[in-house]
């Protein structure tokens, strides 16, 4: 069974700066999708980044990269130049390809920005 | 905003009750997936409908119970409520084509269901 693990339920960041969460992984198959999710109190879970696992190139978005490392199974979010709109929970998900793609998910980095 | 809703935003049920929770796809998108999040964890996958069809079930007892409608809109149904079937329920869409794949899922608000 696949299992996602986030290791570092609480990270914080002085707005401006730059934090990195991160995610590892355990699964067989080779064919996988990864995922960042950001849940602020408002509950509703967003997209902030995805990653297929045969692109070598690390996924970028605006503010928000990710470092691939598939032989290690690592998956770390680089949040650079942090807002104070980026406090939330961040989930890391893990789908496998083929038709059923379920996701599942760690336990979640809680994320604070500082003013 | 995603574009996917769900209703009602809050419930509270008691012990032994059953409950239907609604969720409207995005529109273009065919598959929907219900996931149960408990307080301080990661979403858990309940079962995933494409075509109206279960394609894909995670670890939960028969009384959770979904339908798909042919306008891709979906309900979850639970019988006789546990205490612990308290969580934030969630329900995502996405659209996956004839040769399968993976698309990302889109997540609504969620329903908060309160069981005493």
């Known amino acids: 069974a696949q299992t996602v693990t986030q290791s570092q339920p609480e990270m914080s960041v002085q707005e401006a700066e730059t934090v990195t969460l991160s995610c590892t992984y355990d699964t067989s198959e080779s064919d996988y999708y990864l995922f960042w999710y950001k849940q602020p109190p408002s509950r509703q879970m967003i997209l902030v980044i995805r990653q297929e696992a045969y692109k070598q190139q690390n996924a970028t978005e605006n503010r928000f990269s990710v470092n691939f490392q598939k032989a290690a199974k690592s998956f770390s979010l680089k949040i650079s130049d942090s807002q104070l709109g980026d406090a939330a929970m961040y989930f890391c998900?893990?789908?496998?390809?083929?038709?059923?793609?379920?996701?599942?998910f760690g336990k979640g980095t809680l994320l604070t920005v500082n003013p | 905003e995603t574009g996917v809703t769900q209703s009602p935003t809050h419930l509270i049920k008691t012990r032994g009750q059953q409950v239907t929770l609604r969720c409207s796809s995005q529109?273009?998108?065919?598959?929907v997936s219900w996931y149960q999040q408990a307080l301080g964890q990661g979403p858990q996958f309940i079962f995933q409908y494409y075509r109206e069809e279960e394609n894909g079930r995670g670890n939960f007892p028969p009384r959770f119970s979904g339908l798909q409608f042919p306008n891709y809109s979906s309900e979850l149904n639970v019988n006789a409520l546990e205490l612990d079937d308290s969580a934030l329920y969630l329900c995502?869409?996405?659209?996956?084509?004839?040769?399968?794949?993976?698309?990302?899922?889109?997540f609504g608000p969620g329903t908060r269901l309160l069981v005493l």
């Open positions: 998900a893990y789908s496998p390809g083929g038709s059923n793609y379920k996701l599942t």
């Open positions: 995502a869409s996405s659209r996956k084509g004839l040769a399968g794949g993976s698309e990302t899922q889109y």
């Open positions: 529109s273009g998108h065919n598959t």
